[in-house]
């Protein structure tokens, strides 16, 4: 405990919040948002190529940013505390499946390992649109490096990954929605003000 009261790594933050614990840092939270504005932002504006562009752009710094994060960030943040090996994560659906499964302060183990589901599908729709940008256009960074003809496989290889992570979106939005009812707990409001509530692992 530091001299004002507050704690770390999934303590309490003051003695107001008593009974509640912050998981989410600050960094983790604004990333989170930004991903997901930044994606459903380029997903809507395929229409308007300059906005589309840098939105992708936006969103692959984000994910660089988590990912960094994911090694040296806060205790939850890290990529050690919630991506847990599949027999660990196999138990933990058997377990849901019949309603009985852990509460955990930070990711689930399922939770996880949609993170890094959504972490690379992103990234691989963002790559994929960089590329489409080259062949169609001749610019942005693979300029030069992707031939024209490579234009119309890039461009439904950019649309699958875009629509496969839009659902991707879905389902973990689902599970957020399954897990709050099941907990008694908002996890989408827990995601904005940093705080859960404790007796958690």
């Given amino acids: 405990m530091q001299a004002n009261g507050s704690f770390e790594h999934g303590t309490l933050a003051n003695p107001s919040d008593e009974g509640r614990v912050r998981v989410w840092d600050p960094l983790v939270r604004v990333l989170h948002w930004s991903l997901a504005a930044g994606f459903f932002g380029a997903y809507f504006t395929e229409d308007w190529e300059t906005v589309h562009v840098w939105l992708g752009y936006a969103v692959l710094g984000i994910v660089a940013l988590r990912v960094i994060w994911g090694f040296v960030g806060t205790r939850h943040a890290r990529f050690t ?4 090996r599949p ?3 196999a138990a933990y659906l058997r377990d849901l499946a019949h309603l009985r499964h852990r509460r955990y302060l930070g990711h689930n183990p399922a939770g996880g390992y949609m993170i890094l589901a959504l972490l690379l599908m992103v990234s ?10 080259a062949a ?3 610019a942005g960074p693979m300029a030069g490096w992707v031939s024209g003809a490579w234009e ?5 290889l950019h649309e699958f990954l875009a629509n496969f992570s839009l659902f ?3 389902v973990h939005v689902l599970g957020v929605i399954v897990e709050s009812l ?3 707990e908002n996890l989408v409001r827990a995601m904005w003000t940093g705080f859960k509530r404790g007796g958690a692992t």
């Fill in 182 to 184: 099941l907990h008694g």
């Fill in 152 to 156: 119309d496989p890039l461009e439904a």
């Fill in 124 to 133: 691989l729709t963002g790559l994929s649109g960089i590329a489409l940008y």
């Fill in 87 to 89: 027999a660990v994560v």
């Fill in 168 to 170: 991707l979106v879905v």
């Fill in 136 to 138: 169609e256009e001749h």
């Fill in 81 to 84: 505390d919630f991506v847990r």
